[in-house]
């Protein structure tokens, strides 16, 4: 993995906080682009992603794929949503071939520390803590220039919000 070049933390203290952060980051996407999500079950995994559905522009709901490893959602890219969570052997992400699928949308992986050796050294890779009955701690690290710009981006858009007086929203 490569190593962390830039990081930011940030407090959530609800789901819909969580989405509005996820919704902000999905509007900055790419085609290729591969957002890592590693958290403890309930750490709002699910929450990010349905943001970041939102900001690319997905009409359709998206809900955890704890059964399906790999779901589809149009938008403005094509989202593609994996979660590892009943992985039972690294082998078997690598044989899906999830990173071949975001050249042509943005791949979220919840559940990516299941098989870390499968995806490249660049990504952006958001851990989520639980700090609260609904606090979370998100802090994304950018792993390669196209993140770390990527993540110059986000905090340009926070600290904008932020002197205008308004959150995430």
Same mark, same amino acid.
């Given at each position: 993995?490569?190593? !962390?070049?830039?990081?930011?933390?940030?407090?959530?203290?609800s789901?819909?906080?969580?989405r509005?952060?996820g919704?902000r980051?999905?509007r900055l996407?790419?085609?290729?682009?591969?957002?890592?999500l590693s958290?403890?079950l309930g750490?709002?995994?699910?929450c990010? !992603?349905q943001?970041?559905?939102?900001?690319?522009?997905?009409?359709?709901? !998206?809900t955890?794929?704890?059964?399906?490893?790999?779901g589809?959602?149009?938008g403005?890219?094509?989202l593609?949503h994996?979660?590892?969570?009943r992985?039972?052997?690294?082998?078997?992400?690598?044989?899906?071939a999830?990173?071949?699928?975001?050249?042509e949308g943005?791949l979220v !992986?919840?559940w990516?520390d299941?098989?870390?050796?499968v995806?490249?050294? =660049?990504?952006?890779l958001v851990?989520?803590?639980? +700090?609260?009955a609904? =606090?979370r701690?998100?802090?994304l690290?950018?792993?390669g220039?196209r993140y770390e710009?990527?993540?110059?981006?986000?905090?340009?858009g926070r600290?904008?919000? +932020?002197q205008?007086?308004?959150?995430?929203s």
């Amino acid at each position: 993995m490569a190593t !962390v070049a830039a990081s930011l933390t940030l407090k959530s203290k609800s789901p819909a906080q969580t989405r509005r952060i996820g919704a902000r980051l999905g509007r900055l996407l790419q085609a290729g682009d591969i957002v890592l999500l590693s958290g403890e079950l309930g750490s709002g995994k699910t929450c990010l !992603v349905q943001g970041i559905a939102q900001g690319l522009a997905v009409p359709d709901p !998206v809900t955890s794929k704890s059964f399906v490893l790999l779901g589809e959602y149009q938008g403005r890219l094509t989202l593609y949503h994996g979660d590892l969570y009943r992985l039972e052997d690294p082998q078997e992400a690598e044989e899906l071939a999830l990173t071949e699928y975001c050249a042509e949308g943005a791949l979220v !992986v919840e559940w990516a520390d299941r098989a870390w050796e499968v995806f490249p050294p =660049e990504h952006l890779l958001v851990r989520l803590e639980i +700090s609260g009955a609904k =606090e979370r701690d998100l802090t994304l690290e950018a792993r390669g220039d196209r993140y770390e710009r990527l993540l110059a981006a986000f905090a340009r858009g926070r600290r904008r919000r +932020s002197q205008r007086g308004q959150g995430w929203s």
